[in-house]
């Protein structure tokens, strides 16, 4: 079934089709990867077969594998994802060590209020909820999709968190200040968006890919100019940035007298710009 899995992925240019057809015949049979591999010499039923056919249909359509078997990992704990929502995205775990190494040097004892401006699937919220030490956590969204996973993948894990519904800056204005503010916001120009992997343009959602036409720099001006009022004297904002947008959030930063630091990503990309006040 594997085999078979794989060379069905193979003729539809799949790039990474051993891996994926291990992770949709697994996800076919609910099991996971390891757990699929400890049962390699198990009989297959008719309905698991017509299961991992169905999904590995859908793939060679091009949706994401996150999409059909409903999760990703992201920083060792697994989210779920439904359309609607965002997959998490390995470079972004960057900003989950920044703000674990800035917590850790942290002078005060006042507890960390943390904000999470656009969550999708809660995967930074949470992550840092349950990675920092007794944070205060909350995530917006305005996408209904977003809150929902967020709330969901909250219970699973364990995480405290408060997931609200809304226009992110004006609903954190409404409860600032907080000690640190994370978001990884849209960054995308509509109008790039053929040269997207279809799996990316077809199946993930608009609100969650795209800055407003013409300015891919929206969200970030937009919290530059909101940061007086929205974290403490010594808080930090952390924010993840499309790849060529680096030189422009540091420009952004500099006018509005704001202290302003790039960070790389594993790929030596600047990544994440940490603001302060
Ligand atoms: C790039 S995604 C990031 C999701 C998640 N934080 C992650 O890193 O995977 C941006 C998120 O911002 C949300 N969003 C877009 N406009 C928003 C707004 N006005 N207020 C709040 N959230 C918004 C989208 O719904 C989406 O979930």
Redo the contacts with the bound molecule.
């Keep these: 079934m594997l085999d078979a899995a794989r060379a069905f992925l193979v003729r539809k240019e799949i790039e990474e089709a051993r891996l994926e057809g291990e992770l949709l015949v697994a996800g076919a049979l609910g099991l996971s990867r390891l757990e699929l591999f400890m049962q390699l010499e198990r009989p297959v039923t008719a309905p698991e077969v017509d299961a991992a056919r169905d999904a590995l249909v859908r793939r060679g359509r091009r949706e994401p594998v996150a999409y059909i078997t409903g999760s990703r990992e992201f920083y060792g704990r697994d989210f779920q994802v439904s359309a609607g929502v965002?997959i998490?995205?390995p470079e972004?775990e960057l900003l989950v060590d920044l703000v674990r190494d800035w917590a850790r040097g942290r002078e005060h004892s006042s507890p960390l209020r943390l904000a999470?401006?656009?969550?999708?699937?809660g995967?930074?919220a949470l992550t840092l909820a349950l990675e920092l030490e007794s944070p205060q956590v909350l995530a917006?969204?305005?996408?209904p999709a977003?809150v929902e996973a967020t709330r969901r993948n909250a219970e699973r894990l364990g995480a405290t968190c408060e997931v609200l519904l809304?226009?992110?800056l004006e609903l954190l204005l409404s409860l600032a200040p907080f000690t640190v503010l994370v978001s990884?916001?849209?960054y995308i120009e509509p109008k790039e968006a053929a040269e997207l992997p279809p799996d990316v343009r077809e199946f993930e959602?608009e609100?969650?890919?795209f800055a407003p036409e013409g300015d891919p720099d929206f969200w970030l001006r937009s919290i530059v100019e909101a940061l007086p009022r929205l974290i403490e004297a010594e808080g930090r904002a952390f924010v993840e940035l499309g790849w060529q947008q680096s030189e422009r959030a540091l420009e952004l930063a500099r006018e509005a007298g704001l202290q302003a630091r790039l960070h790389d990503d594993l790929a030596r990309i600047p990544r994440v710009i940490e603001l302060g006040l």
């Design positions: 965002l998490p995205r972004t999470d401006l656009g969550c999708g699937s995967c930074l917006v969204d305005l996408a977003a809304g226009d992110g990884n916001p849209p959602p609100l969650a890919l």
